[in-house]
């Protein structure tokens, strides 16, 4: 029924208030797949055979690497072949420690080729970003929802979203800028750890890369993951700052009585047991709204801060 409306109503419409409420509480397993790649779309219009041919392209440059030969057509301007050889490397090191309890994505288990083949797909379709530690655990979590060509394009669509992009392309400026939009509501909603983190010199990068590279399939239990990449799907961007607020309000009274160290230590490694419940009711009770102004608002503003002190402007330098 979720997926009838998604795919009936405009967009403008789909989210009446029975629909975000169905999606709150989590989509049933049996149309999640179904349901998300409609709702990250594929603005890229990607097929499966342009995935066919970037996984041939692929297995190519594998043979390649693996016999010393040339590059073939999967040569790219700019990029070495030590270059692909590390990213190569990198994707097979990763494979190993995506999921490792459900030991089905390592080597010998029945999805260590389909993810294998879907990161080195998606570094032959943008050899510009190539592969990024985290790609893996965001890939294993659509494979276990979607077929494999779909998969890959619901991957290298979400990965094309400006908040991923910024990150797995390691945009400084624009991910400061988005660190400065989520402090902008951390102090709205928690002034206290707000105040206490300032006080400990705990800047946001030191949580919040690891949360937003792996969309908190690495940081969260994996049902409770596939919970927020719901609404993620439904809301946007905004939502995966949201729920680094929802984090920190749950553990607020615990954060407060912690030190620099122990501060990164614990939400670099969350609790394994983080009830459901709980967790979703501290989510929703995160404002994103701040002096009238919305997330997406709040992250143009600073954006037109940013130029403004880039070019110089007189009116900021007075």
Same mark, same amino acid.
Request: hydrophobic share 40%.
């Given at each position: 029924?979720?997926?009838k409306?998604?795919?009936?109503i405009?967009?403008t419409k789909?989210?009446?208030?029975k629909v975000r409420?169905l999606?709150?509480?989590?989509i049933?397993?049996s149309?999640?797949?179904?349901v998300? !790649?409609?709702a990250?779309?594929?603005?890229l219009n990607?097929?499966?055979e342009?995935?066919?041919?970037?996984?041939?392209?692929?297995?190519?440059r594998?043979?390649?690497?693996s016999t010393?030969?040339?590059?073939?057509?999967?040569e790219?301007?700019?990029?070495?072949a030590a270059?692909?050889?590390?990213s190569?490397e990198?994707?097979?090191l990763d494979?190993?420690?995506t999921?490792?309890?459900?030991?089905?994505f390592?080597?010998?288990g029945?999805?260590h080729?389909?993810?294998h083949?879907?990161?080195?797909a998606?570094t032959?379709y943008?050899p510009?970003?190539?592969?990024?530690?985290?790609m893996?655990?965001?890939a294993a979590?659509?494979?276990?929802n979607l077929d494999?060509?779909?998969a890959?394009?619901a991957? !290298?669509n979400?990965?094309?979203?400006?908040?991923?992009?910024?990150f797995?392309?390691?945009?400084?400026?624009?991910?400061?800028?988005y660190?400065?939009?989520?402090?902008v509501?951390?102090e709205?909603?928690l002034?206290?750890?707000?105040?206490h983190?300032k006080?400990?010199?705990?800047?946001?990068d030191?949580y919040?890369?690891?949360?937003?590279?792996?969309?908190?399939s690495k940081?969260l239990?994996?049902?409770?993951?596939?919970?927020?990449?719901?609404v993620f799907?439904?809301d946007?961007?905004?939502?995966?700052?949201?729920?680094?607020l929802?984090i920190l309000r749950?553990f607020e009274?615990?954060?407060t009585k912690?030190d620099?160290?122990?501060?990164?230590?614990f939400l670099?490694?969350?609790?394994?047991?983080?009830?459901?419940?709980e967790f979703?009711? !501290?989510?929703a009770?995160?404002?994103m709204?701040s002096r009238?102004?919305k997330?997406?608002?709040?992250?143009?503003?600073?954006?037109?801060d940013?130029?403004?002190?880039?070019?110089?402007s007189p !009116?900021l330098?007075h």
């Amino acid at each position: 029924d979720l997926c009838k409306r998604k795919q009936s109503i405009p967009q403008t419409k789909c989210c009446s208030r029975k629909v975000r409420e169905l999606w709150w509480q989590g989509i049933p397993p049996s149309v999640r797949g179904k349901v998300w !790649s409609l709702a990250i779309g594929n603005e890229l219009n990607i097929t499966h055979e342009l995935y066919d041919i970037c996984l041939s392209r692929a297995k190519e440059r594998w043979r390649s690497l693996s016999t010393g030969g040339s590059e073939g057509e999967c040569e790219d301007a700019g990029f070495s072949a030590a270059d692909r050889e590390a990213s190569l490397e990198l994707i097979k090191l990763d494979i190993s420690r995506t999921f490792p309890n459900l030991c089905i994505f390592q080597q010998g288990g029945p999805y260590h080729d389909t993810l294998h083949s879907i990161l080195g797909a998606y570094t032959c379709y943008r050899p510009d970003v190539g592969y990024v530690q985290g790609m893996s655990f965001i890939a294993a979590v659509l494979i276990l929802n979607l077929d494999t060509a779909d998969a890959f394009i619901a991957f !290298s669509n979400l990965l094309n979203k400006p908040c991923q992009m910024a990150f797995f392309r390691v945009d400084h400026g624009l991910m400061l800028t988005y660190f400065a939009a989520f402090e902008v509501f951390f102090e709205e909603n928690l002034p206290k750890l707000f105040a206490h983190f300032k006080k400990n010199n705990l800047t946001p990068d030191i949580y919040l890369i690891d949360w937003i590279f792996t969309l908190y399939s690495k940081s969260l239990p994996l049902d409770l993951a596939c919970r927020v990449w719901d609404v993620f799907c439904r809301d946007g961007e905004e939502f995966l700052f949201r729920t680094a607020l929802g984090i920190l309000r749950l553990f607020e009274d615990i954060l407060t009585k912690m030190d620099f160290i122990h501060i990164a230590q614990f939400l670099t490694k969350l609790p394994e047991d983080l009830p459901s419940e709980e967790f979703f009711t !501290s989510i929703a009770a995160i404002q994103m709204q701040s002096r009238n102004k919305k997330w997406a608002q709040v992250l143009v503003a600073l954006q037109k801060d940013n130029r403004e002190v880039e070019r110089g402007s007189p !009116s900021l330098k007075h």
